[in-house]
C-alpha cells in the first residue's frame, strides 16, 4: 500500500520549534520528501531524505527518518509568522510520489 | 519558484468547452507529470511522462486527454468536464522519473461551471 498520513493541523507560537510527523506504509520508498504550499500556490520542495539515513539538517529544518517505525518528522526551529502553510509529506517508490493530506502550520504571535 | 509555469493560472468553464492547460519547465528536466489537488484530499497523481513518453496514466478518465510534445512542454486537454472535476491541476517535473525530486508549478485552478 501507499497510504501516508499526518495529523491535520499544527498551531505553534512564533519563536518556538514545530514538528510535523508523518507515517507512511511502503517498506521499498527510496526517497522522503517535505513539501510547503502556500496559499495560491503550488508545492515547494524544502527538504528530502535518502531511506538509508536516519537524519538531515538544513538550516532551520531538521527531518528524522524511523525507518523501523516508518516514521518521518520535520522540525522547523524558531518558527516564524512566514512559517504559516501546509506542510506534505510524501514517499516515493518508482516514479511514483504519494502524499499526504498535508499538516496546516498556523503560526501565532 | 519559476522554474515551471503553468498558464492559465485560473479558468472557468462550462461542461460542454473544451480547454487546454499548459505547463513550461526551464529546468532541462526529462520528466514531466500532472497531479489533481482537491479540497480535504491528499494530491492524486494522474500522468506521467518521461523523455516525452507515457509511462503512467492513473486511471484517469478519457475527458482528460495529456499531450508531452518535448521534454519542456506538457498539456493537458479537457473536454466534457464534470463539476467534481473542478480542482487545482498541478504540473511538476524531475530530472528523472526514479530519484531525482519534482518541482511544481503553482498550479491551474479550474472551476467547472
Known amino acids: 500500500g501507499e497510504d501516508v498520513e499526518q495529523s491535520l493541523f499544527l498551531s505553534v507560537r512564533e519563536g518556538d520549534s514545530s514538528v510535523i510527523n508523518c507515517t507512511y506504509t511502503?517498506?521499498?520508498?527510496?526517497?522522503l520528501y517535505w513539501y510547503k504550499q502556500e496559499p495560491g500556490a503550488g508545492l515547494q520542495l524544502l527538504t528530502y531524505?535518502?531511506?538509508?539515513?536516519d537524519m538531515k539538517q538544513d538550516q532551520r529544518l531538521t527531518v528524522l527518518l524511523n525507518k523501523k517505525d516508518k516514521h518521518l518528522s520535520l522540525r522547523i526551529a524558531d518558527t516564524q509568522t512566514g512559517d504559516s502553510a501546509i506542510y506534505f509529506c510524501a514517499e516515493r517508490s518508482d516514479y511514483k510520489l504519494s502524499f499526504g493530506a498535508g499538516t496546516t502550520v498556523t503560526v501565532r504571535a | 519558484e519559476t522554474g515551471v509555469t503553468q498558464t492559465p493560472r485560473h479558468l472557468v468553464m462550462g461542461m460542454t468547452n473544451k480547454k487546454s492547460l499548459k505547463c513550461e519547465q526551464h529546468?532541462?528536466?526529462?520528466?514531466m507529470y500532472w497531479y489533481k489537488q482537491s479540497a480535504k484530499k491528499p494530491l492524486e497523481l494522474m500522468f506521467v511522462y518521461s523523455l516525452e513518453e507515457r509511462v503512467e496514466n492513473n486511471s484517469v478518465p478519457s475527458r482528460f486527454s495529456p499531450e508531452c510534445p518535448n521534454s519542456s512542454h506538457l498539456f493537458l486537454h479537457l473536454h466534457t468536464l464534470q463539476p467534481e472535476d473542478s480542482a487545482l491541476y498541478l504540473c511538476a517535473s524531475s530530472q528523472d522519473s526514479f530519484n531525482q525530486p519534482q518541482h511544481f508549478g503553482d498550479g491551474t485552478r479550474l472551476s467547472i461551471l
Open positions: 511502503d517498506s521499498s520508498s527510496t526517497y
Open positions: 529546468l532541462g528536466h526529462n520528466a
Open positions: 531524505i535518502f531511506s538509508n539515513m
